[in-house]
């Protein structure tokens, strides 16, 4: 597995991507959610 994955470093973003799903949710009209949210998500987070 890779490091960037390990339980103790997904703990560690825990934070970062629970902000980042909220920011991207927050802004979703109803429009398109892969367009919106899904491809946003890893460049934002």
């Not at 799903?21 to 979703?28: I, M, T, W």
Request: charged share 25%.
């Amino acid at each position: 597995m890779n490091r960037g994955f390990t339980l103790r470093a997904m703990a560690h973003r825990r934070n970062v991507v629970e902000e980042t799903c909220r920011e991207l949710l927050d802004g979703f009209t109803g429009g398109d959610f892969m367009t919106e949210v899904a491809y946003p998500f890893p460049a934002a987070s």
